[in-house]
């Protein structure tokens, strides 16, 4: 083969007479610019290039292989400020000492249609310099194709076999990488210290870890890429990371389509992410965008948002996953325009944190939007359309808010329901069909504002327990049963709302004492007959105190019944049985006291504020909320309501914050119970100057006394702390003379409680099962961070999720292995 015009031509050969033995020898006497042709053959020893260019080239391509072999801890071929370009040669090293088969230091390397291979750390390492590949194979290495602070063209090579990462980029790199396939390595790509770069049309598959992996600030490109059959994510974010990834197909792997943590932000547009074992998206305490992206049947959340996560999702489909389609846990985000096709169980699942939705779309599960969390949350939505939901569209339990606009709710069986303390607001919204339109238990608080139920079965409306109710300006429409059905005594307002064709009772209940009812304009008040109370056009009573037939109304036995109600219901809580005796003995204290008084006998003073005391979990907040409605019914609270609070709720920033953040604390619990949870923090003493929370205690003691009518006070903590509470100021001993003790749950005790779990939510417990969980139990409640209920709950959604895990290979299980939770389905003790 005839050299180009300008360059010299020498040979090397093991058979010719007069060419070089050896490649080395022959680089390093030949001129600059030489072509170096290689006859077929091994050749030992290695080759150094330093500030020539020569260009090493098997003299018969296609031919038998020309294999450089260096057994040398060094490099095979090592190019040092030169620039080296290597066609149709096969490299080896078989030292492992060696930093690479092939490196380049400050030089341009180039290698095309050429083999690499052998036991030094990388395949070829580029420092300061360039490096190109075009047509080669790298195999059988620890690690493949790194560049630092360099650049290069890695394109339609195929590097498989390898131990770590096929391709890096490392600091000051800007490789581009298209059209390669990479094959069986633990990393496919990795950029990390600022690594750039672009990976353009590449195949990932068996990948043992993540295909690609981008951290400590990283930012390259990744563009039109498939990855699939991966036993670890497809992508991980990582260390502050970033980049944009785009049009990519993410299929059949084991871990997460993109997982992104430890405040990394990437760019995410129009990727495809089928069949994962773990989460489409998964994002935690990290930022960045996801536009248009399609996720088909996750095991786990098809969008995963925790721990701080804030990402901004706009567009996309989420479909056939198997359980929540979107989870966020103590996170935030901005949702805009997802859609959710048959989700496994719920569409949107919040636990904690403040996301918003816009223009969200949920067709199918079980339920459409839940909140379900111990954690605060503040959801607000804005455009949301759930449909077709088999139990609920809308449910929230727990502290914290749903904020709602332009919702519509359609076919389900409930529209919407809040629980324990939950606050939902919805404005210009619409639920239809079902059974139940919104629904109120617990504490909940609803608020309906310009809004429609229509076409329900049963009542449009329900409040029961002590939920709150304002209904303004709304219209119910076709509704099988009552428009509004009042089972609460908390204060519900129907403001000029309109009912039509509604077959019950427009408000049901409004002779109760705190309901109240304002006609729409358009409806004039008939006059009363004689002897009849004052009613409107609906028949709906005022609230003058007297019955519907105008005679006052006597309270006497609907508080007795009230009171009995109140009591049953702590009756019917799990264990504590001294807790039970010691309120049920204060109720009849102050039972007898108020028939003491009204036969004008003395009354010994009974003191309604209390000390509870015990580890978590064991119903305190429970009791507490029970015990206001006690004494509501009992007529010693106008209201009943329980604001639970914290140190942080009471303590401000700086002397004289605390006051008045305490004051408006106290004002919001009049009339009900306020119940300081851990009230032993606000004794401790921080630091060498007099603490804000003793601030907040001497702020406590004085509204206590100018309110002692009006409120009643529940502080509680470990029994030792509540001790030095108590001695922390002289007006609290005098003030909190009751103590109530709550015990630790007995494994009976927490058997019964996640028994009851199950049959709530509808899964069945043999007596296998029953037995491995006392056994389960009595070890794990030895330990005392186990949390009492609130550990028993925990353990029952880890049985559920471990169940789900063990069915999710089973493509129509039936009804009976869905309810059935197995000994197997325990969770390794101390996890």
């Avoid at 006597?554 to 005796?581: C, N, P, Y």
């Amino acid at each position: 083969m005839l050299a180009p015009v300008g360059m010299s031509t020498v040979v090397v050969s093991l058979t010719r007479p007069n060419a070089y033995r050896g490649i080395g020898a022959a680089v390093a006497a030949a001129p600059h610019n030489a072509l170096i042709l290689v006859e077929p053959g091994r050749y030992d020893g290695q080759v150094v290039a330093r500030a020539k260019a020569v260009t090493i080239r098997a003299a018969v391509p296609g031919g038998a292989p020309v294999l450089l072999e260096n057994r040398d801890a060094a490099p095979a071929v090592y190019c040092d400020g030169a620039e080296v370009t290597l066609q149709g040669v096969a490299l080896r090293t078989w030292s492992s000492d060696a930093p690479a088969t092939v490196a380049t230091l400050g030089g341009i390397l180039t290698l095309e249609s050429c083999t690499i291979t052998g036991q030094a750390t990388n395949a070829l390492l580029a420092e300061q310099g360039e490096a190109y590949l075009r047509g080669c194979h790298v195999h059988g290495m620890r690690r493949g194709v790194a560049f630092v602070d360099a650049q290069g063209v890695v394109e339609h090579c195929r590097l498989w076999d390898v131990d770590e990462y096929a391709l890096l980029s490392k600091r000051d790199s800007f490789p581009i990488i298209r059209h390669c396939h990479v094959q069986d390595v633990g990393h496919g790509f990795e950029a990390f210290e600022g690594g750039r770069g672009a990976v353009e049309d590449c195949q990932f598959t068996d990948v043992r870890q993540a295909a690609l992996v981008v951290s400590s600030r990283s930012r390259p490109s990744v563009r039109q890429c498939r990855i699939s059959g991966s036993r670890g994510s497809g992508l991980k974010f990582s260390g502050s990371a970033g980049g944009l990834v785009e049009d990519c197909e993410l299929m059949d792997l084991a871990g997460c389509g993109i997982e992104v943590s430890d405040s990394a932000e990437p760019d995410i547009r129009r990727c495809l992410i089928e069949r994962v074992g773990r989460n489409g998206i998964y994002v935690s305490a990290s930022r960045g965008t996801y536009a248009d992206c399609t996720v088909t049947a996750s095991r786990m959340p098809a969008i995963a948002a925790v721990d701080g996560a804030v990402p901004q999702v706009t567009g996309g489909v989420l479909r056939d996953v198997r359980g929540d389609a979107v989870l966020v846990r103590a996170a935030a985000g901005r949702y805009d325009n997802l859609q959710i096709e048959a989700p496994g169980r719920y569409g949107v699942r919040v636990q904690g944190g403040d996301p918003s939705f816009t223009d969200l779309l949920v067709t199918g599960g079980e339920a459409g939007i839940v909140l379900d969390s111990d954690l605060v949350a503040d959801v607000r939505i804005e455009g949301a359309t759930v449909r077709d939901a088999a139990h609920t569209g809308i449910a929230a339990e727990g502290p914290g808010r749903l904020t709602g606009t332009r919702v519509r709710v359609e076919n389900s069986l409930t529209g919407v329901i809040g629980a324990e303390t939950v606050s939902i607001d919805l404005t210009d919204s619409t639920v239809s069909g079902g059974e139940i339109g919104l629904a109120g238990t617990g504490q909940a608080s609803l608020l309906l504002d310009q809004s429609e139920v229509i076409g329900t079965t049963g009542p449009a409306v329900l409040v029961q327990d002590q939920s709150r109710l304002t209904m303004r300006t709304s219209t119910v429409r076709h509704c099988g049963s009552d428009g509004v059905q009042v089972e609460t005594d908390a204060p519900v307002l129907v403001d000029r709302c309109e009912f039509v064709d509604v077959t019950g009772e427009p408000v049901r209940g409004v002779d109760r004492p705190l309901v109240s009812v304002i006609a729409p304009p358009q409806a004039s008040p008939k006059r009363p007959a004689s002897g009849d109370s004052a009613t409107d056009t609906d028949g709906i009573s005022d609230d003058t105190g007297r019955d519907r037939s105008g005679r006052p109304r006597d309270r006497s036995e609907a508080e007795s019944t009230d009171v009995d109600a109140v009591l049953a219901e702590l009756d019917a809580m799990i264990g504590l049985a001294a807790v039970k005796r010691e309120v049920r003995t204060l109720a009849q204290l102050i039972k007898v006291g108020q028939q003491r008084r009204k036969a004008n006998l003395p009354v010994l003073p009974v003191s309604r504020h209390l000390v509870f005391t015990g580890p978590p979990g064991t119903g305190k907040t429970t009791v507490a909320r029970i015990y206001g409605r006690l004494l509501a019914h009992l007529g010693l609270l106008s209201k009943g309501q329980v604001v639970e609070v914290a140190r942080v709720d009471l303590v401000g920033e700086y002397l004289g914050s605390t006051a008045l953040k305490t004051a408006a604390v106290f004002k919001r619990a009049l009339g009900g119970v306020l119940f300081v949870d851990e009230a032993y923090t606000l004794a401790r003493q921080f630091g060498t100057n007099s603490d804000l929370g003793l601030e907040a205690i001497d702020t406590l003691v004085k509204l206590i006394e100018d309110n002692r009518d009006q409120i009643v006070v529940i502080v509680a903590g470990y029994p030792s702390e509540m001790t030095q509470f108590l001695a922390a100021n002289p007006g609290l001993a005098s003030r909190f003379t009751k103590t109530i003790e709550f015990a630790d749950y007995t494994p009976d005790e927490l058997l019964a409680i996640v028994s009851g779990l199950a049959a709530q939510h509808g899964y069945d417990l043999k007596q296998p099962t029953n037995d491995a969980l006392l056994d389960y139990l009595a070890e794990a409640s030895s330990d005392p961070d186990f949390g009492n209920g609130r550990g028993a709950r925990k353990l029952f959604g880890a049985m559920v999720e471990r169940q789900a895990e063990r069915l999710a290979d089973i493509s129509a299980p039936t009804a009976e292995q869905l309810r059935l939770l197995l000994p197997e389905d325990l969770p390794p003790t101390g996890s």
